[in-house]
Nanobody, 124 residues
Framework: QVQLHNSGGGSVQTGGSLRLSCAASGSAFDTYAVTWFREAPRREREFVATIDRKGGSVRYGASVSGRFTISRDNAKSTVDLHMTDLYPEDTAVYYC?????????????????WGQGTQVTVSS
């Protein structure tokens, strides 16, 4: 099993940047693909970005592609999400999640391990 802890959320204005971090503890971190999801009020949970076990393959949701970058450091057991050019529509609670799949699916039902979430608020 793996335990995940999210950090790095906060409040920024439109066009600003934030970096979120997902720190893992427990069993071998490099056996998990890690994905970021977000949840906003009155909206469905949304796939944001995923990175495979070794960090060699990434995939992004359409709404964040070109603005967000996911990366991982297996030596530190962390996955970061660097968010730039933020809009109010990016306001949400962001969660990292882990799966033993080689690369994370966009369906959140396939993730047994979740961080506690971190709030990102973007004001206009």
């Amino acid at each position: 099993q793996v335990q995940l802890h999210n950090s790095g959320g906060g409040s920024v204005q439109t066009g600003g940047s934030l970096r979120l971090s997902c720190a893992a503890s427990g069993s071998a971190f490099d056996t998990y693909a890690v994905t970021w999801f977000r949840e906003a009020p009155r909206r469905e949970r949304e796939f944001v970005a995923t990175i495979d076990r070794k960090g060699g393959s990434v995939r992004y949701g359409a709404s964040v592609s070109g603005r967000f970058t996911i990366s991982r450091d297996n030596a530190k057991s962390t996955v970061d999400l660097h968010m730039t050019d933020l809009y109010p529509e990016d306001t949400a609670v962001y969660y990292c999640a882990a799966t033993t799949a080689s690369i994370g699916p966009s369906n959140s039902n396939y993730y047994p391990y979740w961080g506690q979430g971190t709030q990102v608020t973007v004001s206009s």
